[in-house]
């Protein structure tokens, strides 16, 4: 984490918390496979999983945590109401995964490719991204507690009616991203690329947050206000 990054988490009193570290997976066939899931079975726990390809898994419900998977491929999978604590997913490829309503503790992805992947209406909490692919993720009506996000890309990304605290980002792209009656208030953007995001038409969502001259410009030329060196 850089220097910035950790400023910009502390000003808000709360930087997002490590996942625990993975213990040893309890069953040695874990390692090669994910085995299978039905809602109600035990909880997943100490998983160590590396370079399985799970696309497209049903895994609605899944309980999870005290994991690691690295290389693991979950593309398109449904994790719709899965619960994740304590998580490490390290260069996994998550693209069109389905996490609608599902609830994330002390989570962290490294890595890893989220592009088109849906969160709505779910739970993050203590959640870092760290060199990730997020364009045109889906985070509509979703709660975001102690987030940090550095050199990620939320391109085209849908993070309208959502509930930001304690959010922090560090050389995050913004192109085209949607913060439609989101607040913005206390969060830091400078550092930032911000181009093209969608705001309602008096533009409340960004009273409050911190910009840089130039982003504060583009805005104000949306306002029909002229910028003059």
């Excluded at 809602?39 to 419900?61: F, H, I, K, Q, S």
Aim: glycine letters at 10%; a negative charge.
């Amino acid at each position: 984490m850089s220097l910035s990054h950790l400023h910009a988490a502390e000003a808000f009193g709360a930087a997002p918390r490590p996942p625990a570290a993975p213990a040893e997976p309890r069953d040695p066939r874990a390692l090669s496979a994910l085995p299978a899931w039905e809602p109600g079975d035990e909880p997943w726990e100490g998983l160590v999983v590396t370079g399985v390809d799970a696309c497209g898994r049903d895994l609605a419900e899944l309980e999870l945590s005290g994991a690691r998977l690295e290389g693991c491929r979950l593309a398109g999978c449904l994790l719709e109401g899965a619960s994740l604590s304590d998580v490490a997913f390290v260069e996994c490829d998550l693209s069109n995964a389905v996490l609608d309503q599902a609830d994330l503790r002390r989570c962290s992805f490294t890595g890893c490719k989220l592009t088109g992947a849906s969160f709505l209406e779910a739970n993050l909490e203590d959640v870092t991204l760290d060199g990730c692919a997020c364009g045109l993720c889906a985070l509509t009506q979703a709660r975001l507690w102690a987030v940090a996000a550095r050199t990620c890309d939320l391109s085209g990304a849908d993070v309208s009616e959502a509930s930001l605290r304690h959010v922090a980002l560090d050389d995050v792209k913004l192109v085209g991203t949607s913060f439609f009656r989101t607040s913005l208030a206390g969060i830091d953007l400078r550092g930032c690329q911000l181009e093209g995001i969608v705001l309602s038409d008096a533009m409340d969502e960004v009273r409050g947050c911190k910009m840089d001259l130039i982003q504060a410009a583009g805005l104000a030329r949306r306002l029909g206000v002229v910028v003059e060196g």
